[in-house]
């Protein structure tokens, strides 16, 4: 089994910066994806960035320049440095991880960020 464990949620002033972290334990795969998806108030889950282990990056439109993903592999963390917050990054952000060849799909417990002055 695996567990993700996300921490740096906060309250942020618009323009503001965050830096958000998930810990992958247990068995974790070498070759996998993991990424931050975020659900605001009455929308849908959408992806806001992924990157495999192999390093490929994918960022949705409306964070590209912004938000920076990275990953230590040997740490099996993920994080996602937000910069230049707007009041609609607000959301829950959640992490998850994918065992690439498996049907092993994780989520996290996610984290609140709240941007508002």
């Known amino acids: 089994q695996v567990q993700l464990v996300e921490s740096g949620g906060g309250l942020v002033q618009p323009g503001g910066s965050l830096r958000l972290s998930c810990a992958a334990r247990g068995s974790i795969f070498r070759i996998n994806v993991m990424g931050w998806y975020r659900q605001a108030p009455g929308k849908e889950r959408e992806l806001v960035a992924t990157?495999?282990?192999?390093?490929?990056?994918n960022y949705a439109d409306s964070v590209k320049g912004r938000f920076t993903i990275s990953r230590d592999n040997d740490k099996n963390t993920v994080y996602l440095q937000m910069n230049t917050l707007k009041a609609e990054d607000t959301a829950v952000y959640y992490c998850?991880?994918?065992?690439?060849?498996?049907?092993?799909?994780?989520w996290g417990q996610g984290t609140q960020v709240t941007v508002s002055s």
């Open positions: 998850n991880l994918v065992q690439l060849g498996t049907t092993g799909d994780f």
């Open positions: 990157i495999h282990s192999g390093g490929r990056i």
